[in-house]
């Protein structure tokens, strides 16, 4: 298994300015994930971070808006960048459970984002 | 688009009881099917996973169904306790990315005593 700890867990921020979550995992993983959930709804991918190369965003996100670092293989961080009230969210990393022949994720405690 | 749906109303049942979760898929046929159990103010925790060709998967007093015809899985907890409250969420990977999932937005189950 995986423990994942992400900082912080939670930040209210103004309008305008950035936040930058970071993701430690306990174990040296390939590919990390990073997650939003907005107030009742599901889990959505944002984007897929492997080290070493360019961040792999999903339709909708882009890197302008949520800079990816991913600079070794327990470590990773997503950047919220001017924020908007619509940003407000839940944002969850995850990593894959490589240890199983099929992809489960373990996923971190999230970091609850207020936007003023 | 793929798509996945739950129930969004809370299910709310007696201490006990067998609570049954549902999970429907539109546009894809998953390979496999995932159930996560999420807390208030944490991640989510992998609970069960079911393939194609498993009608049915059980771990203790969980048990998950999966018909590819209706394009359904169903999650039951029997003898079900307050500690099972929660959210419960099921997901697929999406065609062609490994570890991409997409997942449903989760049905929160209230266990009463």
């Known amino acids: 298994s995986a423990v994942i700890s992400q900082k912080p867990s939670r930040d209210i921020c103004q309008r305008g300015t950035s936040l930058t979550i970071q993701c430690q995992v306990d174990?040296?993983?390939?590919?990390m994930f990073w997650y939003r959930q907005q107030p009742g709804q599901s889990l959505t991918l944002i984007a897929t971070a492997n080290q070493g190369s360019e961040a792999t965003y999903e339709s909708g996100f882009v890197i302008d808006k949520f800079p990816i670092s991913r600079p070794n293989l327990t470590f990773s961080t997503l950047t919220v960048s001017n924020m908007s009230p619509e940003d407000s969210s839940i944002y969850l990393c995850s990593v894959e459970n490589t240890g199983a022949s099929t992809d489960t994720q373990y996923f971190g405690p999230g970091t609850r984002l207020t936007v003023l | 688009s793929q798509k996945i749906e739950q129930n969004s109303e809370a299910l709310n049942i007696q201490e006990g009881k067998t609570a049954t979760l549902t999970c429907n898929y539109t546009n894809y046929s998953p390979a496999y099917l995932q159930w996560y159990r999420q807390d208030p103010g944490r991640g989510p925790v992998f609970l069960l996973l079911?393939?194609?060709?498993?009608k049915e998967k059980r771990k203790e007093r969980l048990k998950v169904t999966f018909d590819t015809t209706l394009k359904q899985s169903l999650f039951h907890i029997t003898a079900s306790q307050p500690a099972d409250s929660a959210t419960y969420l099921c997901a697929f990977h999406g065609s062609g990315n490994t570890g991409k999932l997409i997942f449903g937005q989760g049905t929160t189950l209230q266990v009463k005593p």
């Open positions: 174990s040296q993983v390939t590919m």
């Open positions: 079911i393939r194609e060709n498993e």
